[in-house]
């Protein structure tokens, strides 16, 4: 309660301060005092130079003066992903809040990040107005954590119309039908031009979720998947957002082969997922299934409508923007999230006459 002396403006200042009841700790000395004098005037913050401080101040607190979140600058050393394991490894403490800041984009510290599970990767410059609402989402959404089993009555899931999927059953036969003897001849080619398999299997998160194997003539040389975390440099989005970003594509990726640009210049690696249609895993126009890395960094309810519509093989954004370079992540998004809300068979059917032309990529991505 406030004291009786106070004036209104200090009644006020307390009020905006400690609104949302979030407590932080911060060890980023390196990001100066606008961080901290941002962050105090929506937050109850405390700050320490140092991660010894830091733990020390920790290991004084009880269990209900715990900190909800901790805020952490990289170091040259990386010494903080090491007191980050720590952290985890200790049971009253592996639930708290992990945000770590960085001065520049680097895809070891970005994989180390990953690796160690944090809630949060900043990169200098800081967009602190994101830094603090992302803060607000994070703790509400481990307070209501606990309670989301409670919803597991509730099906959220997409049912496809009857009609659509009538309509993709025979659209779908009719076209293997009649490409079947151009898959044999793209397969040799592929098989004759590298050493793997001919259709790249990957795991893809279509429909309310759901986790299926997406098949695509492979493009690209044998291991690609592993060397992603090296080319993330090239990526088109990554210019596009502040921070950190959702989707990867990368411009001119070094580890597509001769063949290859030519089957995805002109979406012909993409034919295999006609099977995929066949078989349920998603239809011929929807919002596109998306890697699991992409996947599980969509969590807010802003993005996660884009899962509660179809998946597709084609679909809004690829008609509209697909291969053009300036083509922002929230755009994508916003793209995905209509047509989750808004498809329709006359909408699919004006999606699959416009994609024809759209199957030609202007730019390598």
């Not at 949302?20 to 941002?38: D, T, W």
């Not at 919803?151 to 025979?170: E, N």
Request: with cysteine; glycine share 4%; proline share 4%.
């Amino acid at each position: 309660m406030f004291s009786e002396n106070m004036t209104p403006s200090e009644t006020n200042s307390k009020e905006s301060n400690s609104h949302h009841q979030i407590s932080i700790l911060v060890h980023a000395k390196s990001f100066g005092n606008e961080l901290l004098n941002r962050l105090s005037a929506a937050f109850l913050v405390h700050s320490e130079d140092t991660l010894d401080n830091l733990d020390t101040y920790l290991k004084e607190q009880s269990l209900f003066s715990l900190p909800d979140v901790i805020i952490l600058e990289v170091d040259p050393q990386l010494s903080c992903f090491n007191y980050v394991n720590k952290l985890k490894e200790n049971a009253l403490l592996k639930g708290l809040v992990i945000i770590l800041l960085s001065d520049k984009k680097d895809p070891n510290v970005r994989s180390l990040a990953m690796k160690s599970k944090v809630n949060d990767l900043y990169v200098s410059p800081l967009p602190i107005d994101d830094l603090c609402e992302r803060i607000i989402f994070l703790v509400k959404f481990k307070l209501i954590k606990p309670q989301l089993s409670d919803l597991s009555s509730i099906d959220l899931r997409y049912r496809m119309p009857f009609f659509k999927r009538c309509f993709d059953v025979v659209a779908c036969g009719s076209v293997l039908l009649v490409i079947s003897p151009f898959l044999l001849i793209v397969a040799a080619i592929v098989a004759l031009e590298s050493k793997g398999p001919v259709v790249f299997k990957s795991k893809r998160v279509g429909t309310g979720y759901k986790v299926f194997d997406f098949y695509k003539f492979r493009s690209m040389r044998q291991g690609a998947s592993d060397e992603l975390s090296k080319l993330s440099a090239l990526n088109q989005y990554d210019k596009s957002e502040a921070g950190s970003t959702t989707f990867v594509k990368l411009k001119n990726d070094p580890r597509i082969t001769r063949f290859g640009k030519f089957i995805r210049k002109f979406s012909i690696d993409e034919l295999p997922q006609l099977f995929n249609v066949l078989k349920g895993d998603m239809s011929l126009v929807g919002n596109r299934p998306l890697p699991l890395y992409e996947a599980e960094m969509l969590t807010s309810n802003e993005w996660t409508m884009r899962f509660l519509g179809p998946a597709g093989l084609t679909g809004l954004w690829q008609v509209s923007r697909r291969g053009k370079a300036d083509m922002s992540e929230r755009e994508r998004k916003k793209l995905d999230n209509f047509y989750a809300q808004n498809h329709s068979f006359w909408l699919d059917l004006k999606i699959i006459l416009k994609t024809f032309p759209a199957l030609v990529q202007k730019e390598k991505v």
